[in-house]
């Protein structure tokens, strides 16, 4: 799933970060071994959005080097250079965003949504990359135009038919579209597949990443399904192929009667393998659930696709605090290993976490992979009361509200970082996340690292 943002999250700032790569030789005819190596350099760039002068929004990137996020920045707006479009008002260019090098010229390129342009319509662009950085860019075919149909909702990238070419999957009024790659500068793609349930299922987010073992990328979309009697959200899992995509079952993530409940109740998503058998295993986090106490529903793969689950809520043994009306547990999630066993470890932010008083304090919680799973034994939790976690404790902080889980100083174990008023790096270690060198950042956005 790639990163969406929100104006709040747009402006907070992370710096000092090490690239998650060691430098590769530059870019030749080879597809970018990197989708967010914009310039071919070997190193990870950050893309995230930015604000624009007519309040359409932008994107700006801050280019990788061996010590981290350089001085170099570029911002791309509607008024750039080759850009499709127009800088308009609420056209909310750049607030969802999916890297890959979808031409395979060896660099990373952006796919960036515009989903108020043309009457909320939507527009999906991609933003070359070169020896310089990111500079034109080409508008994806719209294979659904209508007003308020929201091209680019959500978009997922990933090589679905296993052809070497990069792929793009893109929400389109509730449907999904996949392009097949390579797409070109010309905007011509590939075949372009539309998934659609026959029920009333309402796509609002993607995941990408390897479920069933093989060599193709599997798809997982999020949405609502409505009927007369409920609202609720499922996981749709789908199945990536040579010749077609193949549309398997459903993981309901929760329910409550009568149909007047809020839209797109799915939530942030996250593909990994927690059991380390070979399987991509689908986590997914609803805030929602349960007057928005929250759970995360873990649905685990195998050789014919994701088959059994589990729940994690802030009730699971071993998990410390308790379910409360609003903590939101859930609301975002990451997965990496925080301890270097190999096994894939995931966080969860519970931005709405009351603690002494304070009302949204929030809190993220660790929880380790093994061989069974997922569970609460051995999890963390960390918050601003947190021995070693900098910072006061304050109302209104919401700690957790986005959290990424990267190997920013190549170690060997993922690094925590913590969106709140401020932005925060609690280091990966031997025994999971430690407090020993934690820092606060004001440079390049969490929400700059793309899936």
Do not use: C
Not at 362 to 370: A, D, I, L, T
Request: glycine content about 16%; cysteine-free; hydrophobic content about 30%.
């Amino acid at each position: 799933m790639p990163v969406r943002t929100t104006a709040t999250l747009a402006t907070i700032l992370v710096a000092g970060l090490i690239p998650l790569s060691l430098p590769v030789a530059a870019a030749s005819a080879a597809p970018a071994k990197y989708g967010d190596d914009f310039n071919g350099d070997g190193y990870r760039d950050y893309a995230y959005s930015s604000f624009s002068a007519r309040g359409g929004g932008g994107v700006a990137v801050v280019f990788g080097t061996a010590t981290g996020p350089g001085p170099t920045k570029q911002r791309i707006t509607q008024s750039s250079p080759g850009v499709p479009g127009s800088d308009e008002a609420d056209d909310m260019f750049g607030e969802v965003r999916a890297a890959a090098d979808f031409d395979g010229d060896g660099y990373g390129d952006l796919a960036v949504a515009a989903t108020g342009e043309n009457s909320s319509q939507g527009a999906v662009t991609i933003l070359w990359g070169s020896a310089s950085g990111l500079s034109t860019g080409t508008a994806l075919p719209n294979k659904n135009p209508g007003r308020n149909n929201y091209m680019g909702e959500d978009l997922a990238t990933g090589d679905f038919n296993g052809d070497g070419k990069q792929d793009l999957a893109v929400i389109n009024e509730a449907m999904t579209y996949v392009y097949r790659g390579p797409i070109k500068r010309s905007g011509t793609t590939g075949t372009v597949t539309k998934l659609d349930k026959t029920t009333s299922f309402y796509a609002s987010a993607l995941i990408s990443g390897k479920v069933n073992g093989d060599k193709k990328t599997d798809l997982a979309i999020i949405g609502d399904v409505v009927s007369p009697e409920y609202i609720a959200s499922d996981v749709w899992f789908i199945k990536g192929g040579a010749s077609s995509l193949t549309p398997g079952n459903s993981l309901r993530l929760e329910s409550q009667s009568g149909n007047g409940g809020s839209s797109e109740r799915g939530g942030d998503g996250v593909i990994a393998d927690f059991d380390k058998d070979g399987y991509g295993d689908i986590a997914v986090g609803t805030s929602l659930y349960s007057k928005h106490k929250g759970r995360v529903s873990v649905w685990y793969g195998s050789a014919g696709g994701p088959s059994r689950s589990t729940r994690l809520t802030q009730s699971t043994s071993g998990v410390a605090g308790s379910p409360e009306n609003y903590d939101g547990f859930g609301s975002s999630v990451s997965a990496g290993d925080v301890n270097g066993d190999g096994y894939a470890d995931l966080a969860v932010g519970v931005p709405g976490e009351e603690i002494d008083g304070k009302d949204y304090a929030g809190g993220v919680h660790v929880f380790k992979g093994r061989a069974g799973g997922l569970s609460g034994a051995g999890s963390q939790w960390f918050a601003r009361n947190t021995p070693g976690v900098p910072g006061p404790l304050t109302t209104d902080d919401q700690f957790g509200g986005l959290v990424r889980l990267r190997d920013t100083d190549g170690d060997g174990t993922a690094d925590l970082y913590v969106s709140a008023t401020d932005s925060l790096r609690l280091p990966g270690s031997a025994s999971g996340i430690t407090t020993v060198g934690a820092t606060e950042y004001s440079a390049a956005p969490i929400d700059s690292f793309l899936d």
